[in-house]
């Protein structure tokens, strides 16, 4: 039996046991083909697709440019590699996953198969993902988007200036829109993390004007205050 806590500790996850559970499960049942993960971080959610994808005989493709964010106090982009890469090989999974360091502009460059699982957890910019990716995915395939939520966060810095992460928010105002012009289509959501699949329309048929609005969606938001 798969401990979900235990991956989220020994591999620095910053998403809930279940949300673990819930991507593992969602790699078991989506169509056959290569999974992709871009936003490797240390490899929390890639062991869970990993695991996945090694009972199913199936191999996961994982990227991440390993840059600063919310790693930066782990060391620098090297240092982040290889947490992540020995995070991967403790369960056993070296065989399965390929960890490619590299900008999510590179990543269709070391892609040639058909992709079946996509998971996206980077920065918020899911239509660049998508779009660099979308005619790789097989008809109906799985979806998985992290830090989907209707709010954005503010930090109150504590010298008269905050700081504004509006990431979840836009993350969801642009899942929403591409639901709307049936380019994804949900299946359900666990806690900030949206799973789906693969829609109708092709990306590139998705309305500019509707692309636009979910980008000005940002400008006027209620946040989330957080001291320190």
Known sequence: MINFAEIKRTCDGMMRPDVYEAVHDAALTAPDGLFVEIGTAHGASTVCIGLAAQKRGMKVRTFDSFRAGGRANYGDAGENERIATANIARYGLGEVVAVQKCD?????????????????????????????????????????????????????????????????????????????????????????????????????????????????GLVFADGELRRG
Not at 162 to 167: P, S, T, V, W, Y
Not at 197 to 207: F, H, R
């Open 104 to 216: 999510v502009s590179d990543v269709p460059a070391f892609i040639d198969e058909q992709v079946s699982l996509l998971m996206l957890d980077c920065d918020g910019r899911i239509d660049r993902d998508l779009l660099a990716l979308f005619d790789r995915l097989v008809p109906g395939a799985t979806v998985i988007i992290d830090d989907c939520a209707r709010r954005s966060r503010v930090r109150d810095n504590g010298d008269g200036t905050c700081r504004i992460d509006q990431k979840h928010l836009l993350t969801w105002l642009l899942t929403e829109s591409l639901c709307r012009a049936d380019v994804l289509v949900e299946t359900g959501q666990v806690y900030q993390t949206w799973f789906g699949a693969k829609g109708e329309t092709n990306i590139a048929d998705w309305p500019v004007d509707e692309q636009l609005a979910a980008y000005r």
